[in-house]
């Protein structure tokens, strides 16, 4: 198992890095102040409007990098200071999170293929632990338990890697609309991209380190069997 911790420390170490860097980014990005003089949310509104949306409410909601869209009440939530801000991180956070509630609206293939795994990936991330330490433990006896965790992991990996296009879609989304509406000038555009590239680069330290630890427990039950 050793080298299992190791995988497992080594993206948890990268995974707060990111985190991190993430934070600083937005702390830094959030002292550029849009030219525009626009919010949060009246970036978020125009966007909606400009591509024909009229049901989804664009609403504050408390914490720090809260923001996400609820397909489910079609509401486009955003953190206090990207509601109120009116700097490149805000601009970026609230086009980003339009871009979902856009790809919602033309029924974009890989959001419908993810929203369609949320309940069955929620069970398996709950259980997931519990069954896992059991088939390693009791491998010899039980083989069967380590291949039940195998096949949560494959459901839970499938999840992180659909998350990938979903989010570098509403980024490009986002960023191809802020570009041709003149919403940020061109410092603030890169501030917003850059912003969002560290974003992204959380779902894809994620989906590694699924992938990663899928590889390990099919290693581990084809050297049990």
Request: include cysteine; glycine fraction near 6%; aromatic fraction near 10%.
């Given at each position: 198992?050793?080298?299992?911790?190791?995988?497992?420390?080594?993206?948890?170490?990268?995974g707060?890095?990111?985190?991190?860097?993430?934070?600083?980014?937005?702390?830094?990005?959030?002292?550029?102040?849009?030219?525009?003089?626009?919010?949060?949310?009246?970036?978020?509104?125009?966007?909606?409007?400009?591509?024909?949306?009229?049901?989804?409410k664009?609403?504050?909601?408390?914490?720090?990098?809260?923001?996400h869209?609820?397909?489910?009440?079609?509401?486009?939530?955003?953190?206090?200071?990207?509601?109120?801000?009116?700097?490149?991180?805000?601009?970026?956070?609230?086009?980003?999170?339009?871009?979902?509630?856009?790809?919602?609206?033309?029924?974009?293939?890989?959001?419908g293929?993810?929203?369609?795994?949320?309940?069955?990936?929620?069970?398996a991330?709950?259980?997931?632990?519990?069954?896992?330490?059991?088939?390693v433990l009791?491998?010899?006896?039980?083989?069967?338990?380590?291949?039940?965790?195998?096949?949560l992991?494959?459901?839970?990996?499938?999840?992180?890697?659909?998350t990938l296009?979903?989010?570098y879609?509403?980024?490009?989304?986002?960023?191809?609309?802020?570009?041709?509406?003149?919403?940020?000038?061109?410092?603030?555009?890169?501030?917003?991209?850059?912003?969002?590239?560290?974003?992204?680069?959380?779902?894809?330290?994620?989906?590694?380190?699924?992938?990663?630890?899928?590889?390990?427990?099919?290693?581990?039950?084809?050297?049990?069997?």
């Amino acid at each position: 198992m050793p080298f299992y911790y190791l995988i497992g420390i080594a993206f948890a170490l990268l995974g707060l890095w990111v985190q991190s860097r993430l934070k600083s980014k937005f702390a830094e990005y959030s002292k550029v102040t849009l030219g525009s003089g626009l919010s949060g949310r009246e970036i978020a509104e125009r966007m909606l409007a400009d591509h024909g949306i009229r049901d989804v409410k664009v609403i504050s909601v408390q914490g720090q990098l809260t923001d996400h869209y609820n397909p489910v009440n079609r509401t486009v939530n955003l953190s206090e200071d990207v509601y109120h801000g009116r700097n490149a991180a805000s601009a970026a956070v609230a086009a980003h999170e339009c871009g979902h509630a856009v790809q919602h609206h033309t029924a974009y293939v890989w959001l419908g293929f993810r929203s369609k795994l949320v309940p069955a990936v929620s069970v398996a991330s709950n259980i997931l632990p519990w069954i896992l330490m059991a088939g390693v433990l009791l491998i010899s006896s039980f083989p069967q338990l380590l291949l039940g965790a195998i096949l949560l992991q494959v459901g839970v990996t499938l999840f992180t890697l659909v998350t990938l296009p979903v989010e570098y879609d509403a980024s490009k989304r986002a960023m191809a609309w802020i570009q041709s509406k003149g919403i940020a000038q061109p410092r603030e555009y890169e501030a917003a991209k850059d912003a969002l590239d560290w974003a992204a680069r959380t779902y894809l330290v994620a989906a590694l380190a699924a992938v990663a630890q899928l590889v390990y427990l099919i290693m581990i039950y084809s050297r049990r069997r």
